[in-house]
């Protein structure tokens, strides 16, 4: 998909093919559509579709017809009723006459600057864009944190009774997903260090204070992304222990049930062989089924007795 935007009088306009000052956003666009914007801005097509590689590594890549920044940018997905992390390489090219972004997602990012909810926001001022692009790219990493140790903190609460692995098991995937973006947020850092020397980005007097602060938010964003991952790590070893805990109560609790439950069984089966009534106790007495069950519940209470004494209850 192809879209075309120009700022005119402070308000964003759809824009024509080939007009000076746009930005033209490619969301998983088709092969004709990055033959068609090639053509138009004289640029190869390679250049256009190094965001549509998943795995492509965050860079920056300078040349005589264009200045790429690429770098990931988090996403969130709910696959098969799973909800899932992850990052998404978003490539953003300037041009002479254009500034072109590339991505496999709408992401809510770039939705910011299409719906006009950027201040200050302006296609002709390319370098400028590119930091808007970058800042909320790591404001949009802390966000992500933010609601990942929200959900580590509900699962937290269900382990303390869990038995189950599902909840484990949810915990490694938000461990996965913060690897995901300790990774690209350093990958991303590194890019942003290297703009540091590219004078073409700092082109207004603002953009240099914007950069730091960009740099500021993303080294923000490592850190707490590497706290996060600390704290998920230990959780799951602690929360392991627990779980095989509780499952040793379950197991202790039906092994008192099974030998508290086996002396009177084994009075019951004696009781219920098939021999002669004149050699079994209590076989002639009209209160010899209540006899044997008075014994069978005596027999209840001197097995309790004896496991309590032997502390097996606590």
């Known amino acids: 998909m192809v879209n075309r935007y120009i700022t005119e009088n402070g308000l964003l306009k759809t824009a024509d093919p080939c007009t000076k000052g746009t930005w033209i956003s490619l969301v998983a666009p088709t092969r004709e559509e990055i033959k068609n914007v090639a053509e138009e801005l004289s640029l190869e097509e390679d250049v256009l579709r190094a965001a549509l590689d998943k795995e492509e590594r965050s860079r920056l890549e300078t040349d005589e017809a264009y200045t790429m920044i690429l770098v990931n940018?988090?996403?969130?997905?709910?696959?098969?009723?799973?909800?899932?992390?992850?990052?998404?390489?978003?490539?953003?090219?300037?041009?002479?006459?254009?500034?072109?972004?590339?991505?496999?997602?709408?992401?809510?990012?770039?939705?910011?600057?299409?719906?006009?909810?950027?201040?200050?926001?302006?296609?002709?001022?390319?370098?400028?864009?590119?930091?808007?692009?970058?800042?909320?790219?790591?404001?949009?990493?802390?966000?992500?944190?933010?609601?990942?140790d929200r959900k580590s903190g509900v699962i937290e609460k269900t382990l303390h009774r869990s038995t189950?692995?599902?909840?484990?098991?949810?915990?490694?995937?938000?461990?996965?997903?913060?690897?995901?973006?300790?990774?690209?947020?350093?990958?991303?850092?590194?890019?942003?260090?290297?703009?540091?020397?590219?004078?073409?980005?700092?082109?207004?007097?603002?953009?240099?204070?914007?950069?730091?602060?960009?740099?500021?938010?993303?080294?923000?964003?490592?850190?707490?992304?590497?706290?996060?991952?600390?704290?998920?790590?230990?959780?799951?070893?602690?929360?392991?222990?627990?779980?095989?805990?509780?499952?040793?109560?379950?197991?202790?609790?039906?092994?008192?049930?099974t030998i508290v439950m086996s002396v009177p069984t084994m009075i019951f089966s004696a009781y219920g062989m098939n021999v002669s009534l004149a050699g079994m106790p209590f076989a002639q007495s009209p209160y010899g089924f209540a006899i044997i069950l008075g014994i069978a519940a005596l027999s209840l209470i001197v097995a309790g007795i004896i496991l309590s004494k032997l502390r097996i209850f606590k």
């Open 164 to 257: 189950r692995n599902e909840e484990l098991l949810e915990l490694l995937k938000l461990e996965k997903s913060l690897l995901y973006f300790s990774t690209s947020l350093r990958a991303n850092g590194t890019v942003l260090e290297k703009l540091l020397r590219v004078e073409a980005i700092k082109k207004y007097p603002e953009d240099a204070d914007l950069l730091d602060d960009v740099i500021v938010e993303n080294k923000q964003a490592i850190e707490m992304a590497a706290i996060y991952s600390g704290v998920l790590n230990d959780l799951m070893n602690a929360f392991s222990s627990v779980i095989s805990n509780n499952l040793n109560v379950v197991m202790k609790l039906l092994a008192i049930i």
């Open 73 to 148: 940018i988090p996403y969130f997905s709910v696959e098969a009723e799973r909800e899932l992390y992850d990052t998404l390489p978003l490539s953003v090219i300037l041009t002479e006459n254009a500034a072109v972004t590339v991505c496999l997602d709408d992401s809510p990012i770039l939705k910011q600057f299409s719906e006009g909810k950027v201040r200050e926001f302006n296609t002709s001022m390319k370098s400028r864009f590119v930091l808007q692009i970058l800042y909320r790219v790591a404001s949009s990493y802390l966000s992500y944190l933010r609601s990942i």
